[in-house]
């Protein structure tokens, strides 16, 4: 059993069951990963970056050992728990490249059209020059060009996305990201493109600048079998990300119950909104993913196979009933994936 991440297997009806459980999404709620990585780093590399650095290649690194040890063990179903995550990081977003042999694309990228998304583009820009100069491939010099030339016409564009919005008080429309919503495309939400292929650059790190899942690429596709994945409504923010992902790409379905609906939350931190007369503070999102249906997460990450809880049912009970139900339809849906070697 991983010190991470809590795991084990199950026979059930026929089939072997992996389950792992991923807590939460930020490296610092692992304090078995920091406590380790520190005690094997040199000194030269525990600033907070590099250190960062050093920590996430760890939590990849456990968590892709854990789904190669299913491999080995001739697990049949893995079952990825991310009941009451509340959320994390860019972690939820690259974790699904483990879980899956095939490319992965990514959701789309939208932030308000205010000061926050303009300090945002600031920062992309200047990111992708710094890869510029690390790697010399010519597909990740051709991804960066497209990047730049992406993100100053964003800039650009950013003041004629204001509009009056006074109709939010009157009546109901819609939800059109491209209509008067205040709303800037940013790109996706693994950077400046949807999709990069490793053979187009040779340092990840460079790579991620422009493409953050990049960082993932040691560990893609440590597992390639069949993949549900457990939500409740207190699953959160890059929990969401992460079904969200595994839904859309058609990597895992979904089970359990609706997602809480964070959605995307927040890109760059802002100071609250504080309204002039009760004096009360908001903190007011300011970026929306897009599923790969146009709908946005905020909705919630509805499951492929429903398991509402039942009153008066033992956790014992329940979990059978979900044991059951992932199994019930990887038998049924014919051809079954299988990890076994």
């Not at 100053?152 to 939800?175: G, I, K, P």
């Not at 903190?283 to 909705?299: F, H, I, K, T």
């Not at 979900?322 to 990890?339: E, F, I, M, N, Y």
């Amino acid at each position: 059993m991983s010190s991470a991440f809590r795991a084990g297997l199950v026979a059930w009806n026929g089939a072997r069951v992996g389950l792992v459980r991923i807590k939460n999404f930020s490296m610092r709620q692992y304090p078995s990963e920091c406590e380790r990585t520190w005690s094997t780093s040199p000194k030269h590399a525990r600033s907070d970056a590099k250190f960062d650095d050093l920590v996430t290649d760890a939590w990849f690194t456990t968590l892709a050992a854990q789904l190669r040890r299913f491999r080995t063990e001739r697990v049949d179903i893995l079952l990825v728990d991310v009941g009451s995550n509340s959320g994390g990081n860019d972690s939820g977003e690259w974790t699904p490249r483990l879980l899956t042999p095939k490319a992965v694309r990514s959701a789309r990228l939208l932030m308000s059209a205010a000061p926050v998304a303009q300090t945002y583009f600031d920062e992309q820009i200047a990111a992708i020059k710094t890869a510029q100069g690390s790697d010399s491939t010519a597909g990740l010099q051709a991804k960066a060009q497209q990047s730049l030339a992406f993100f100053a016409a964003a800039s650009a564009d950013l003041a004629n996305r204001h509009c009056d919005m006074s109709w939010v008080w009157q009546e109901q429309r819609a939800f059109d990201p491209q209509g008067c919503s205040r709303l800037i495309d940013a790109g996706f939400a693994s950077g400046a493109v949807a999709e990069m292929a490793p053979s187009s650059y040779r340092d990840r790190r460079a790579a991620a600048k422009i493409y953050w899942p990049a960082t993932v690429d040691p560990w893609r596709g440590a597992w390639t079998g069949r993949v549900y994945v457990l939500t409740n409504a207190t699953s959160y923010s890059a929990a969401e990300m992460f079904a969200a992902v595994m839904q859309d790409n058609a990597i895992a379905k979904i089970v359990g119950v609706r997602t809480g609906g964070d959605g995307c939350g927040f890109m760059e931190d802002t100071p609250p909104v504080v309204l002039p007369h009760s004096h009360l503070r908001f903190r007011m999102p300011n970026c929306v993913r897009l599923r790969a249906d146009g709908s946005s997460e905020v909705a919630g990450i509805a499951p492929d196979l429903p398991i509402a809880a039942i009153d008066g049912e033992s956790p014992r009970a329940r979990a059978a009933r979900l044991l059951s139900t992932v199994v019930g339809d990887a038998k049924s849906s014919g051809d079954q994936p299988v990890a076994r070697k």
